[in-house]
């Protein structure tokens, strides 16, 4: 059985909440004693997880950082998701709005994104299995609870998946900045995909032709390009305002 370690206050727990019976071992901090960690201790008792009590270099060694925030949890790792929990996914959910990340290898960033997809209510995160960062504990950290409530979907191939979404009806929108027209321009209700590049990079070239559409963020300043968690931000909030008119 395969296990992984989750850390940060957030992560811990958001997995408390929704899937207690994962956590096999948790530590926290010794000589901390405030009420974020007195909530994560009680949550772990109710659960009948037994909390170690250890000093912060037992925490560093097993987050294998020292960005926990005094708790660590050993946890039995989730399956990976694919194309065949997308489907199930898909068949579900009447009106489906999900984020596509093409590339993007930054832990923090996907971080950040889940964030901003969760936010959103985003249902689901889409990502390819290769050249691209998976569920670790700094994605964890950084999505401060976000990495358990939105599922990251990783397929074999991302061309392949969206052209699977658009013969399911939904429409691809990809951030480019060679596109014609601005987000604010486009219309972006109803089944949609919002397909966004790494940083620097961008869409690759095959996502860019498999997209129904290429959008643009329009900038003003001296600076070329956003962070893909604040463009994927930008975007998304921009669906969410005209899913609401």
Known sequence: MKHEMVFGLHAVEALLNRAPERIKELWLLKGRDDERLKVIAELAAQFGVKAQISARKVLDDKAESSQHQGVVA??????????HELDALLDGVETPFLLVLDGVTDPHNLGACLRSADAAGVQGVIVPKDRSVGLTGIVRKVAVGAA?????????????????????????VGAAGEADH????????????????????????LTREVCDELISIPMAGAVSSLNVSVASGICLFEAVRQRQS
């Open 182 to 205: 601005d987000l604010y321009q486009s219309k972006l209700n109803g089944p949609l995909a919002i397909a966004m590049g790494a940083e620097g990079k961008g869409l690759r070239r």
């Open 148 to 172: 358990e409530s939105v599922p990251l979907f990783q397929v074999t191939n991302l061309a392949r998946t969206l052209r699977h979404l658009q013969e399911r009806g939904v429409w691809i």
């Open 74 to 83: 050993r946890c039995v790792a989730e399956p990976v998701k694919g194309e």
